[in-house]
């Protein structure tokens, strides 16, 4: 069975601490994504990664970072954490190869206090 | 930027009956897939259809694609409360370096299936 992990399924932490989200798959997927979910924004893209230390911003990669450093590993980081970055924040992971289906993890809902 | 937009924004059926959730999108695509999320949970993918399809059936689910009105519909038969969820379009979104494509979601639809 596939399968995306992410860390945690719940996060409370601080304005201006730094958080790790960390997410692995077990598929050998060369792409991976992170989202972020609001109510009637739907998902929005923030950066993904296509190979090992390649990454690219997507939609609004503003506040944060992303790690690469192993092909089943994928951290996205939150430099100094506000509150508007209190949301659910998706990973997801595809293959090049049989399409752009998507598998994703269970979401981290992140609230910043 | 979002490619698709599902409609309508929020469904309310009774067990039995049958949903009805439409996509349009802006830009031709090589593929179009649905997702279904529960409430507080990842997505999960329910069916791909690639632009030289025209339906797809996967048990109760039944989607269609018409390229030339850029629109597609996901048709949930006989539904069950079970069936209680969120449920978004993707399309091909930005193409990534290995050739391949970004998923693009919508805002999606939320059903809810009363028993």
């Known amino acids: 069975d596939v399968k995306v992990t992410q860390s945690s399924r719940y996060l409370v932490k601080r304005t201006g601490e730094k958080v790790f989200l960390e997410c692995v798959q077990d598929m050998d997927h060369e792409n991976m994504f992170w989202y972020r979910q609001d109510p009637g924004l739907g998902l929005r893209l923030i950066y993904f990664?296509?190979?090992?230390?390649?990454?690219e911003k997507g939609d609004i990669p503003e506040g944060y970072s992303v790690s690469r450093e192993k092909k089943e590993r994928f951290s996205l980081i939150l430099e100094s954490a506000s509150t508007n970055q209190t949301s659910m924040y998706l990973c997801?992971?595809?293959?090049?190869?049989?399409?752009?289906?998507?598998?994703f993890g269970q979401g981290t809902r992140l609230t910043v206090v | 930027s979002q490619q698709g937009e599902e409609d309508p924004q929020a469904l309310s059926i009774q067990e039995g009956e049958n949903a009805t959730m439409n996509c349009s999108y802006k830009t031709s695509i090589n593929n179009l897939q649905w997702y279904r999320q529960n409430s507080g949970r990842g997505l999960v993918h329910l069916i791909l259809i690639r632009s030289n399809e025209r339906e797809k059936h996967s048990g109760r689910l039944r989607v269609t694609l018409d390229t030339s009105k850029k629109s597609s519909s996901l048709l949930i038969t006989a539904s069950r409360a079970a069936d209680t969820a969120s449920y978004f379009c993707a399309t091909d979104g930005r193409p990534t370096p290995g050739g391949s494509y970004i998923p693009t979601f919508g805002r999606g639809t939320s059903l809810i299936v009363h028993p």
């Open positions: 990664s296509y190979d090992v230390k390649m990454k």
């Open positions: 997801a992971s595809s293959s090049l190869v049989g399409g752009t289906e998507a598998f």
